[in-house]
C-alpha cells in the first residue's frame, strides 16, 4: 500500500481503519518515506485522535523511531489535563525515549 493511502485510511471516520493504518504506518518506517509517515502521524496526533488505541499505536511509534520533532506534540500530550491517563503515560514514556537517545 501507498503512503499516501496509509496517510488517507489515518483520517478515515472509523477507529478500527485508522488503527489499522497506524500499525501499518509504524511498519512503514523500515521501508517507505519514513520522514513523511512520522510526520502524518504527529500531524494525526496533533488533530486530535479520538480512538486511544490509534493513539498508543501513534505514540509508540514516535518513540520507537526516535524522532526529534515528535517531543512538542508528546509533551503537550503529557501536559494537558483532558488527556487520558494511558495516552499521557506512553507520550512521556515516548518523549523520554527520544530525549535519551538524543543524548
Do not use: F, N, Q, W
Not at 29 to 55: F, N, Q, V
Amino acid at each position: 500500500m501507498s503512503l499516501d493511502a496509509l496517510i488517507e485510511r489515518l483520517d478515515d471516520e472509523r477507529a478500527s481503519v485508522r488503527r489499522l493504518a497506524a500499525m501499518d504506518m509504524k511498519a512503514c518506517l523500515a521501508t517507505g518515506d519514513r520522514d513523511a509517515a512520522l510526520g502524518a502521524m504527529i500531524s494525526r496526533l496533533e488533530r486530535g485522535e479520538s480512538d486511544e488505541k490509534t493513539a498508543l499505536g501513534l505514540i509508540r511509534a514516535l518513540g520507537t523511531a526516535r524522532h526529534e520533532p515528535a517531543r512538542p506534540i508528546l509533551r503537550r500530550l503529557h501536559d494537558t489535563r483532558e488527556t487520558p491517563v494511558r495516552i499521557a503515560h506512553a507520550a512521556i514514556l515516548a518523549h523520554d525515549e527520544i530525549e535519551v537517545a538524543a543524548r
